[in-house]
């Protein structure tokens, strides 16, 4: 998964534009579009993210890696 495409899933899904998302963040809006190409990214700015949308993306990607199997 990249981790881009499931931020934009997630902002569709609740609703939101990019511009109101990179109003949040703060960032340009071309940014945004950036980061929904990205294939991985900054924690600390996904961690900005995660609180922003209200969405664990963290979870998402350990999901993904582990199939839900925490060791």
């Given at each position: 998964m990249?981790?881009g495409?499931?931020i934009?899933q997630?902002?569709?899904?609740?609703?939101?534009t990019?511009?109101?998302l990179a109003?949040?963040?703060p960032c340009?809006?071309?940014n945004?579009?950036?980061?929904?190409k990205?294939?991985?990214?900054?924690?600390?700015?996904?961690?900005?993210?995660?609180?922003?949308l209200?969405?664990?993306f963290?979870?998402?990607?350990?999901e993904?890696?582990?199939?839900?199997?925490?060791?």
């Amino acid at each position: 998964m990249k981790i881009g495409s499931r931020i934009r899933q997630v902002l569709l899904a609740q609703g939101h534009t990019a511009k109101w998302l990179a109003e949040e963040i703060p960032c340009e809006r071309t940014n945004v579009y950036d980061i929904f190409k990205r294939d991985d990214m900054n924690v600390k700015l996904l961690s900005r993210i995660c609180v922003v949308l209200q969405h664990d993306f963290f979870a998402d990607l350990s999901e993904e890696t582990f199939g839900g199997k925490n060791a």
